[in-house]
């Protein structure tokens, strides 16, 4: 095996390592645009956070009461000290959430 392919592999598997997160919200009636509002604040404060390496937040045209986060971590430590940050608790946990009417989360990873 050359140094390409050993960095490419290398490569490969630090990607493989990355945690994939993905959320759907439908929030109660009427909390749209508020919840909206909170989002546009969280979501610059996610994406400085050093175990993100993408974070994006999606607002459905159609059904504005719906949206969805596609959010990539270095690995599981790092989702978990997103969990843990002030604008998560704060304005998620403590602001966001409760204006639902559903939350979905899953994980992947990258094969």
């Known amino acids: 095996m050359n140094a390409s392919?050993?960095?490419?592999?290398?490569?490969t598997n630090n990607a493989n390592q990355n945690l994939v997160v993905t959320a759907f919200?439908?929030?109660?009636?009427?909390?749209?645009?508020?919840?909206a509002d909170l989002l546009k604040d969280f979501l610059p404060q996610a994406q400085r956070e050093p175990g993100v390496r993408e974070f994006q937040i999606h607002q459905n045209i159609a059904k504005p009461r719906e949206f969805f986060f596609y959010e990539v971590f270095a690995g599981e430590a790092?989702?978990?000290?997103?969990?843990?940050?002030?604008?998560?608790?704060?304005?998620?946990?403590?602001?966001?959430?409760?204006?639902?009417?559903?939350?979905?989360?899953?994980?992947?990873?990258?094969?």
């Open 78 to 111: 790092a989702f978990a000290e997103h969990q843990q940050t002030d604008h998560f608790k704060n304005i998620i946990l403590g602001q966001a959430i409760p204006k639902l009417a559903r939350r979905e989360r899953s994980q992947f990873r990258f094969i």
């Open 5 to 11: 392919q050993e960095n490419t592999m290398a490569a």
């Open 25 to 35: 919200w439908e929030v109660n009636s009427g909390e749209e645009g508020i919840v």
